[in-house]
């Protein structure tokens, strides 16, 4: 049995995770007629692909490697993220940002062991939960590094019982998990709380009911449910996992159950660009912006044309944003940090082109032509700079140390990679030209354009950028 609940967590634990754009983790557990216990789960980080592995330590490859267990581990083979001993004692961590606090000083007497290094220092010399607890309690458990985003974990022995650690306000506070699964932040019992307010859920169809004269009939199915959250913050996968699992039915064998667990773990998955990460567009506003320009058109018959010109002009703009989980690389007082970043981005962007435009022509009228055509451009400056502020740069990773950035000079962190942009741009252009006299007139247009304001190989901005303006202006015609 132990064997198989080892090869159960291993393939559960890496094929449904390690999708990008969010910070979530989806834990469950479900068990088989006979009492086979199936731990499952969802690991989710934001805006990278982490480096995860297998890792399977046996017994005594160290002298304290009282138990053989595996897991899956990122990043270096000491961060075990999921795992699983001979003795059937699994042990899993998950992202608790916000409201875990660490012991600060370390005791007199305890082990120190950091928060991703608790799962495997656990597998390897506990067996139940009564071990778990009485090991824990000598141990300092320290962040990785300061500035790190906390962590709580689960632990399951073979019987099926479950336990949540967290550390708040650097006190270890162990709760008994019943219920069997777990998300991230807000703490546990908060969770447990907040499922009070869908007491009204139920499986099935909900039944018929009457106001006044009405009578209301169930359109169909499932309408017992209702309420229930689709979204993916952590208080609301909670709940859906709670309620998901305990209403599944209960599998003859351990790989139908395993099997099921994936289906339902299928209600857990984000998609790329869920959620996005430009939140907020705070401000917006045109750079000055001029064009001169001069056109040579030449009729095919009474509607129908062809437009060359030379058009020299700049363009740019200046935005504020809300962002989350953004990456960035910027400078803080003179040194150069890298992560993702949560909070406001203030971006200057100019460009000074050299532009031909080809458009084939079509007159409305003799006041009203239409032209859309591609257009060539030679940028002979650009500049793309800015800074990043009031918010946080995690620095490497999603769970990297937690830099703050304020706003001012000494704070924020710069950006400039004006030099990572291209020096040619192709689109397409169209637009409207509308005389009103005999030589003069107005224009509307908008370059919409096909090549990416980077060089190819820029990755530090994840989204790929279009250059799309609009144009208005007067014309003067010469014959």
């Not at 010399?125 to 607890?133: F, G």
């Not at 660009?273 to 939140?279: D, F, K, L, V, Y």
Request: some cysteine; charged content about 20%; glycine content about 10%.
């Amino acid at each position: 049995m132990n064997h198989k609940f080892i090869s159960i967590i291993g393939a559960a634990a890496l094929a449904i995770g390690f999708a990008p754009h969010s910070d979530a983790c989806t834990g469950m557990e479900l068990k088989t007629k006979n009492g086979e216990v199936v731990m499952a789960r969802t690991i989710e980080w934001s805006g990278s692909d982490m480096n995860t592995f297998y890792v399977v330590v046996p017994k005594a490859y160290t002298p304290d490697t009282k138990y053989a267990f595996t897991g899956v581990a990122v990043e270096l083979p000491q961060y075990i993220m999921e795992g699983v001993n001979e003795k059937g004692l699994s042990a899993g961590l998950f992202y608790f940002p916000d409201y875990g606090k660490y012991e600060e000083e370390e005791a007199n007497g305890k082990t120190s062991v950091s928060d991703f290094e608790l799962v495997g220092y656990i597998l390897s010399r506990c067996a139940t939960i009564d071990e778990v607890k009485s090991t824990i309690a000598g141990l300092h458990i320290h962040g990785i590094d300061p500035r790190s985003s906390t962590v709580h974990w689960r632990f399951i022995e073979e019987s099926g019982r479950q336990v949540v650690l967290e550390i708040i306000d650097g006190k270890q506070v162990f709760y008994e998990n019943t219920l069997g699964v777990l998300t991230n932040s807000p703490s546990f019992d908060y969770h447990l709380t907040n499922l009070n307010n869908y007491v009204n859920l139920m499986p099935g169809r909900a039944g018929a009911n009457t106001i006044g004269r009405l009578e209301m009939t169930s359109f169909s199915g499932g309408t017992g449910m209702l309420g229930l959250p689709g979204d993916f913050s952590s208080p609301s996968r909670f709940v859906r996992v709670a309620f998901l699992q305990n209403t599944a039915p209960v599998r003859e064998t351990a790989l139908e159950t395993v099997t099921q667990a994936f289906h339902l773990l299928n209600n857990f998955d984000i998609p790329i660009g869920m959620p996005s990460t430009i939140r907020k567009m705070n401000s917006y506003s045109l750079r000055p912006n001029f064009m001169l320009g001069v056109d040579a058109f030449h009729p095919f018959n009474d509607r129908w044309g062809i437009m060359f010109g030379l058009h020299f002009e700049n363009k740019g703009m200046k935005v504020d944003a809300t962002v989350k989980n953004y990456h960035m690389k910027m400078v803080q007082g003179g040194e150069s940090i890298e992560g993702m970043f949560t909070g406001r981005v203030m971006t200057q962007v100019d460009q000074s082109l050299g532009t031909i435009p080809v458009q084939a022509t079509y007159d409305l009228s003799d006041k009203v032509r239409l032209k859309l055509g591609p257009y060539f451009s030679y940028v002979s400056s650009h500049k793309f700079c800015g800074y990043a502020y009031d918010g946080y740069l995690r620095e490497g990773s999603p769970t990297g140390p937690k830099i703050e950035l304020g706003n001012d000079a000494n704070s924020r962190g710069d950006f400039d990679f004006s030099d990572d942009m291209r020096n040619w741009q192709f689109g397409i252009d169209a637009g409207v030209d509308w005389y009103f006299s005999k030589r003069w007139g107005g224009f509307a247009g908008l370059t919409w354009g096909l090549s990416e304001v980077f060089k190819k190989n820029f990755s530090v901005i994840e989204q790929p950028m279009y250059p799309i303006y609009g144009e208005i202006g007067l014309i003067y015609q010469l014959k």
